[in-house]
Protein backbone atom coordinates (compact mmCIF):
# COMPACT_ATOMS: atom_id res chain seq x y z
CA UNK A 1 0.00 0.00 0.00
CA UNK A 2 1.07 3.62 0.37
CA UNK A 3 3.14 5.17 3.10
CA UNK A 4 6.09 1.86 2.19
CA UNK A 5 3.69 -0.90 3.31
CA UNK A 6 2.53 1.13 6.75
CA UNK A 7 -1.67 0.30 5.54
CA UNK A 8 -0.40 -3.29 5.34
CA UNK A 9 1.16 -3.52 8.60
CA UNK A 10 -1.34 -1.78 10.28
CA UNK A 11 -4.09 -3.77 8.89
CA UNK A 12 -2.35 -7.19 9.25
CA UNK A 13 -1.99 -7.24 12.65
CA UNK A 14 -5.68 -5.92 13.16
CA UNK A 15 -7.31 -8.37 11.19
CA UNK A 16 -5.37 -11.03 12.77
CA UNK A 17 -7.49 -10.37 15.75
CA UNK A 18 -11.12 -9.87 13.88
CA UNK A 19 -13.72 -11.71 14.16
CA UNK A 20 -15.56 -9.85 11.73
CA UNK A 21 -14.14 -6.97 9.36
CA UNK A 22 -16.66 -4.19 8.72
CA UNK A 23 -15.63 -1.73 5.66
CA UNK A 24 -17.13 1.77 5.71
CA UNK A 25 -17.13 2.04 2.16
CA UNK A 26 -17.48 6.57 2.51
CA UNK A 27 -15.00 6.29 4.62
CA UNK A 28 -12.46 4.20 2.88
CA UNK A 29 -10.17 4.72 -0.44
CA UNK A 30 -9.27 2.00 -2.65
CA UNK A 31 -6.22 1.21 -1.00
CA UNK A 32 -7.22 0.01 2.65
CA UNK A 33 -10.13 -1.63 0.69
CA UNK A 34 -8.00 -3.67 -1.24
CA UNK A 35 -5.23 -4.46 1.36
CA UNK A 36 -8.48 -5.34 3.72
CA UNK A 37 -9.65 -7.65 1.12
CA UNK A 38 -6.35 -9.27 0.36
CA UNK A 39 -5.90 -9.88 4.50
CA UNK A 40 -9.85 -11.31 5.23
CA UNK A 41 -9.08 -13.48 2.67
CA UNK A 42 -5.58 -14.35 3.61
CA UNK A 43 -6.88 -14.92 7.44
CA UNK A 44 -10.24 -16.36 7.09
CA UNK A 45 -11.98 -13.34 8.32
CA UNK A 46 -15.66 -12.46 6.81
CA UNK A 47 -15.55 -9.37 5.38
CA UNK A 48 -18.70 -6.90 5.00
CA UNK A 49 -19.65 -3.47 3.98
CA UNK A 50 -21.25 -0.66 5.23
CA UNK A 51 -21.84 1.95 2.39
CA UNK A 52 -21.94 4.48 5.09
CA UNK A 53 -19.81 6.68 7.44
CA UNK A 54 -21.63 5.71 10.27
CA UNK A 55 -20.66 4.26 13.48
CA UNK A 56 -24.00 2.56 14.56
CA UNK A 57 -24.15 0.71 11.26
CA UNK A 58 -20.92 -0.64 10.81
CA UNK A 59 -21.86 -2.43 14.53
CA UNK A 60 -25.27 -3.56 13.85
CA UNK A 61 -23.62 -5.28 10.69
CA UNK A 62 -20.94 -6.67 12.06
CA UNK A 63 -23.03 -7.93 15.41
CA UNK A 64 -26.23 -9.10 12.97
CA UNK A 65 -23.48 -11.34 11.67
CA UNK A 66 -21.77 -12.41 14.65
CA UNK A 67 -25.27 -13.22 15.96
CA UNK A 68 -26.15 -14.83 13.03
CA UNK A 69 -22.69 -17.62 13.06
Same mark, same amino acid.
Given at each position: /? ?13 ? +? %?? !? &?????? /? ?13 ? +? %?? !? &? ?24
Amino acid at each position: /GKNHGGVKKTFRSVI +K %KC !D &VIVVQK /GACGHVSIDVAKEYA +K %KY !D &VPLLFNQGFGGTGALEIGLKHLQAA
